[in-house]
């Protein structure tokens, strides 16, 4: 890593923004990945109606990738397939309905499937404005960005034998710490931004222990900068207005995450990565987790999952 991308990503602000974006792609080779990197295989990206989900979507199917669109309402996700196909014409997109925050709905959505899977992107994400729980009683952020994931991973473990899971997260997590004694957010004044950090810094945290257990499928969390999406312009209004010139395209803030889905030889399982390259999981002392609280929020997350508990 440059001191420049050093200097870039800890000044955070231009790191983020379009500016950090466009500086280091200029040390990127043009043929990474290659333009046919995904010829004749399957990738899943949930959260695939719009902003980095759709432009995530357009990236891989333009490497070759049979891609699986996961929405919630597969009727309102047709004008985005619509543009995705004008987009590359040629790709085979396919619409698959399935709400993440809903662990019967992704048992269902999981036992549909039968086919290898080469990457398995979890980009689905909310930010509720009060505290509002799954159809099983979590919280949603978690229920969205963790409980679902784990689930979804662990049923198609048999149709991704070597594939890449990747997590979608948020520079944001840097601000929070690991909820281990309260991850369902039961207790405080809840905040959206707040339990979306949350959320993301759990991610972040669970990596490299998910890497551990599925090798040698390969995981990564990566956070795309400040990318002007829908969901931003929704959750955070008074952000986008004071941010808009900084902003990111979907494309720009989707690029690491099709990188990691097709770059060859696969990069180091079990990071955390931003504009392709691994970056610190913290930068402030006070947020930094012992080991114990890592495994006690893994146990509660798998437990809440419906996942069986690891032997040891």
């Given at each position: 890593?440059?001191?420049?991308?050093?200097?870039?990503?800890?000044?955070?602000?231009?790191?983020?923004?379009?500016?950090?974006?466009?500086?280091?792609?200029?040390?990127?080779?043009?043929?990474?990945?290659?333009?046919?990197?995904?010829?004749?295989?399957?990738?899943?990206?949930?959260?695939?109606?719009?902003?980095?989900?759709?432009?995530?979507?357009?990236?891989?199917?333009?490497?070759?990738?049979?891609?699986?669109?996961?929405?919630?309402?597969?009727?309102?996700?047709?004008?985005?397939?619509?543009?995705?196909?004008?987009?590359?014409?040629?790709?085979?997109?396919?619409?698959?309905?399935?709400?993440?925050?809903?662990?019967?709905?992704?048992?269902?959505?999981?036992?549909?499937?039968?086919?290898?899977?080469?990457?398995?992107?979890?980009?689905?994400?909310?930010?509720?404005?009060?505290?509002?729980?799954?159809?099983?009683?979590?919280?949603?952020?978690?229920?969205?960005?963790?409980?679902?994931?784990?689930?979804?991973?662990?049923?198609?473990?048999?149709?991704?034998?070597?594939?890449?899971?990747?997590?979608?997260?948020?520079g944001g997590m840097y601000t929070q710490q690991l909820p281990a004694d309260d991850p369902e957010y039961r207790h405080g004044t809840?905040?959206?931004?707040?339990?979306?950090?949350?959320?993301?810094?759990?991610?972040?945290?669970?990596?490299?222990?998910?890497?551990?257990?599925?090798?040698?499928?390969?995981?990564?969390?990566?956070?795309?900068?400040?990318?002007?999406?829908?969901?931003?312009?929704d959750s955070l209004p008074g952000f986008t207005r004071l941010t808009k010139h900084l902003l990111r395209t979907p494309a720009e803030?989707?690029?690491?995450?099709?990188?990691?889905?097709?770059?060859?030889?696969?990069?180091?399982?079990?990071?955390?990565?931003?504009?392709?390259?691994?970056?610190?999981?913290?930068?402030?002392?006070?947020?930094?987790?012992?080991?114990?609280?890592?495994?006690?929020?893994?146990?509660?997350?798998?437990?809440?999952?419906?996942?069986?508990?690891?032997?040891?």
């Amino acid at each position: 890593m440059s001191v420049l991308d050093t200097l870039l990503d800890r000044t955070v602000i231009p790191g983020y923004s379009k500016l950090g974006y466009r500086l280091r792609r200029r040390n990127w080779p043009d043929n990474d990945p290659a333009r046919d990197a995904l010829q004749g295989k399957t990738v899943v990206v949930t959260g695939a109606r719009s902003g980095l989900g759709k432009a995530t979507a357009s990236g891989l199917a333009g490497l070759g990738a049979t891609v699986r669109l996961v929405v919630r309402d597969a009727g309102k996700a047709a004008g985005a397939v619509a543009e995705l196909r004008g987009e590359v014409p040629d790709a085979r997109f396919v619409v698959d309905e399935c709400d993440i925050s809903d662990l019967d709905a992704v048992r269902r959505y999981a036992g549909g499937l039968s086919e290898p899977i080469h990457a398995l992107i979890h980009n689905a994400g909310v930010m509720p404005p009060k505290r509002t729980e799954s159809p099983q009683g979590h919280e949603l952020t978690l229920a969205t960005h963790v409980l679902g994931p784990l689930l979804l991973t662990e049923l198609l473990k048999p149709l991704l034998v070597n594939g890449r899971v990747i997590f979608v997260a948020s520079g944001g997590m840097y601000t929070q710490q690991l909820p281990a004694d309260d991850p369902e957010y039961r207790h405080g004044t809840y905040r959206g931004a707040t339990a979306y950090a949350r959320s993301k810094r759990i991610q972040v945290a669970l990596t490299p222990l998910l890497a551990t257990e599925l090798a040698p499928t390969f995981v990564a969390t990566m956070h795309p900068g400040w990318s002007e999406t829908p969901g931003l312009t929704d959750s955070l209004p008074g952000f986008t207005r004071l941010t808009k010139h900084l902003l990111r395209t979907p494309a720009e803030g989707a690029d690491t995450t099709i990188w990691l889905a097709a770059t060859e030889p696969k990069p180091p399982t079990g990071q955390f990565w931003h504009d392709r390259e691994p970056r610190p999981t913290h930068y402030l002392t006070r947020t930094q987790e012992p080991e114990a609280d890592r495994r006690k929020i893994w146990a509660h997350c798998r437990a809440a999952a419906g996942l069986q508990p690891q032997a040891g």
